[in-house]
Nanobody, 122 residues
Framework: QVQLVEFGGGLVQAGGSLRLSCAASGRPFSTYAVGWFRQVPGKEREFVAAFSWGGSRIYYADSVKGRFTISRDNAKKTVYLQMNSLKPEDTAVYYC???????????????WGQGTQVTVSS
């Protein structure tokens, strides 16, 4: 069993930056892919970014490309989402996930964190 816990959510002004962290426990962290998703009330969970276990494939949603960066530290069993140039429309609950492949499809991920709230003020 794999446990995932997110940290780093909060309130930030538009144009500012925030870094989310996702700490993992259980099986070796380097053996599975990681992803970030977000969700706002009344809407389906939306793909944000994904990173393959070997780092050979990295994907971003068009809405965050050039502003967000996904990375991982296998020794610390932690995945990060660096968010720059934040916009009010980035406001959502952000979730980290783990699975066998880096994909935009949330159903392919096996492990999920509890989520952390990010609010961007104008």
């Amino acid at each position: 069993q794999v446990q995932l816990v997110e940290f780093g959510g909060g309130l930030v002004q538009a144009g500012g930056s925030l870094r989310l962290s996702c700490a993992a426990s259980g099986r070796p962290f380097s053996t599975y892919a990681v992803g970030w998703f977000r969700q706002v009330p009344g809407k389906e969970r939306e793909f944000v970014a994904a990173f393959s276990w070997g780092g050979s494939r990295i994907y971003y949603a068009d809405s965050v490309k050039g502003r967000f960066t996904i990375s991982r530290d296998n020794a610390k069993k932690t995945v990060y989402l660096q968010m720059n140039s934040l916009k009010p429309e980035d406001t959502a609950v952000y979730y980290c996930a783990g699975g066998p492949t880096a994909t935009m499809i949330q159903g392919e991920y096996r492990y999920w964190g509890q989520g952390t709230q990010v609010t961007v003020s104008s």
